[in-house]
């Protein structure tokens, strides 16, 4: 076994001898790094929400910008200590079983601004099959204009 940290999310993975793998934490192909390049990062303070509602709850998260996705890592539901991954599977048909968020960028119609609960301003991720995903990053301008830019 050889442990080999992932080029997008810095996860450490152990890897089989000659056995394409992907990584644990958010799915990027471990065997070719050149496949898959990580455009933008936020691993501080971000949060998320995947259901659209007013008082919709913000669970921890580590986001990144790849030119192939939008990856959205759960950590620990916020004031909870609960896992994350769990809330986004229950709220959430387009996470993984793990609880990832993996948006393809083809299937991103729009970002745009908007809440998350009453006060917090978000990010408004609308994917095609009517599925939004709410995001406070910092730097909000900036992602929405990566993400828009990686989209066309």
């Known amino acids: 076994m050889e442990t080999i ?7 450490a ?18 065997t070719d790094s050149k496949s898959e390049i990580k455009l933008l ?16 709850p913000g669970w921890e998260a ?3 910008l790849t030119n192939k996705r939008l990856i959205v890592v759960p950590a620990k539901m916020r004031g909870s200590g609960l896992d994350g991954r769990l809330a986004a ?4 048909k387009i996470t993984s079983k793990s609880g990832l968020v993996s948006i393809p960028l083809t299937d991103i119609t729009a970002v745009r ?7 917090m ?14 995001i ?10 990566a993400i828009t830019e990686a989209i066309k």
Do not use: F, P
């Open 113 to 119: 601004d908007g809440k998350m609960g009453l006060l």
């Open 13 to 30: 993975n152990e890897l089989a001898n000659g056995h394409d793998s992907l990584c644990v934490q958010c799915d990027a192909d471990l």
């Open 136 to 145: 406070k990053v910092g730097g909000r301008e900036k992602w929405r204009e």
């Open 62 to 64: 580590y986001v990144y």
């Open 5 to 11: 940290r992932c080029h997008i999310c810095a996860c």
């Open 41 to 56: 990062e936020d691993t501080h303070n971000a949060l998320y929400s995947l259901v659209d509602k007013t008082m919709s």
């Open 121 to 134: 301003k978000a990010l408004i991720v609308d994917v095609a099959d009517g599925e939004l995903v709410k």
């Open 89 to 92: 599977v229950v709220y959430n």
